[in-house]
Structures are given as structure tokens and as C-alpha cells.
């Protein structure tokens, strides 16, 4: 079964500062991945999305990831944070187009000015 | 272009009793999935719509069921509710076979 964890549930990072938030996941193949960001009392918007095309994947809003198969991983990056990008972040997994998309727990993401 | 849209937004409901949350597709999208988003955690997936049958489903008890229309929308009906489904549900349309899930605001349902 697929599944995928992120490490820390919650992430404090400075304005202006780096951004990392981990993503890995398990699966025998090569899955699609997801990023999602979900501000509070609303539903989710994808960030970025891998599909076995470009391991470097950008997304919106400056984010980017970088699928690393031998790793497992699909960390969502950013180089510099903004007050805005307070929210939570999910990664997401499915393993073919046409399968139930997976959601990991999700990382809480704070900036401080 | 409307994205998705559910209603209702929130709604209060004793144990024991039934609901009914609805879901318009984005325009275009034929395929509809539900989850559930308890406090502070990821969604869990409850079943997903295609061609007005269920095509896939989570690890839910038979309380939960749904229905797909023949225009894309779909309903979620919870049955016998309990204080455990008090959550934000969630609906999420796509384009079968795409995988590319586009999320409305949720409707927030609080068991009492």
C-alpha cells in the first residue's frame, strides 16, 4: 500500500530564510507526487506535481521539489520565505494516473518575522 | 470558471443522526473524490466517483455512501453519525485518469 510520511509536523523558519519541508513515500514504482498547501479554513491547492517527467519539478509561488528516487523523496524547497507562506503543507502520492491519491499528515508551516 | 463548490459550508448534528454534503465539480471534471480531514491531520480518502459508480474506496465503514449525477456532482451521506466523524469533508474533482486533484473549501461538520 502506498503511503507517505513527512518529517515534522511542524516547521518554524525566519522571513527571508531557507525553506525545506521533507516528503518521503513508499512505493514499489515510480508514483506521481504532489505538494499541497492548505491555509486555514480552506480547502487544499497544489503547489507543484511530478510525473515522471523533470526530477526538478516548480511549482507556484516560488516553491520548487526535487524527486529523488534512490531516496524516496520529494522535498518541497523554497529560498526565501514569506509571511504569506504561513500555512500547511501536504504531500500527496499516487501510484498511477487513475489510483486514490494518498495524502501524507502534513507539515504546519510558520514564519517568523 | 467556477472551481469546485460544497455546500454546506457547516453544519451542527447530534449522534444518531443522518447528513448529506453536496459537491459541484469543477467545469470539465467528471470525476469526484471525498475526505475526511480530522483536527490537525492529513485527508484520508473515502471513495472516489466515476461514471456515476463507485470506483474506488478507503478504509470507511458502510455509514459512509455516495452518489454521483449524471451532470458530475456528487453527494457524501454519513448515516448513524458519531462524535469520530466530526471533521472538515472534503471533495476533490478531477479528470479521470489524470490524478490531478482540484480541492473545494470543505464542509465543516461538528457531531455533538
Known amino acids: 500500500a502506498q503511503s507517505v510520511t513527512q518529517l515534522g509536523s511542524h516547521v518554524s523558519v525566519s522571513e527571508g530564510a531557507l525553506v525545506l519541508l521533507r516528503c518521503n513515500y513508499s512505493s514499489s514504482v515510480p508514483p506521481y507526487l504532489f505538494w499541497y498547501v492548505q491555509y486555514p479554513n480552506q480547502g487544499l491547492q497544489l503547489l507543484l506535481k511530478?510525473?515522471?517527467?523533470?526530477?526538478l519539478v516548480k511549482g507556484i509561488n516560488g516553491f520548487e521539489a526535487e524527486f529523488k528516487k534512490s531516496e524516496t523523496s520529494f522535498h518541497l524547497t523554497k529560498p526565501s520565505a514569506h509571511m504569506s507562506d504561513a500555512a500547511e503543507y501536504f504531500c500527496a502520492v499516487v501510484k498511477t494516473s487513475y489510483d486514490k491519491v494518498i495524502f501524507g499528515p502534513g507539515t504546519s508551516l510558520s514564519v517568523i518575522p | 470558471d467556477a472551481g469546485v463548490t460544497q455546500s454546506p459550508t457547516h453544519l451542527i448534528k447530534t449522534r444518531g443522526q443522518q447528513v448529506t454534503l453536496r459537491c459541484s465539480p469543477k467545469?470539465?471534471?467528471?470525476?469526484v473524490s471525498w475526505y475526511q480531514q480530522a483536527l490537525g491531520q492529513g485527508p484520508q480518502f473515502i471513495f472516489q466517483?466515476?461514471?456515476?459508480?463507485?470506483?474506488q474506496r478507503g478504509n470507511f465503514p458502510d455509514r459512509f455512501s455516495g452518489h454521483q449525477f449524471p451532470n458530475y456532482s456528487s453527494e457524501l451521506n454519513v448515516n448513524a453519525l458519531l462524535l469520530g466523524d466530526s471533521a472538515l469533508y472534503l471533495c476533490?474533482?478531477?479528470?479521470?485518469?489524470?490524478?490531478?486533484?482540484?480541492f473545494g473549501e470543505g464542509s465543516r461538520l461538528t457531531v455533538l
Open positions: 466517483y466515476y461514471e456515476e459508480e463507485e470506483r
Open positions: 467545469s470539465g471534471h467528471d470525476t
Open positions: 511530478y510525473t515522471s517527467a523533470a526530477t
Open positions: 476533490a474533482s478531477s479528470i479521470f485518469n489524470t490524478g490531478e486533484l482540484f
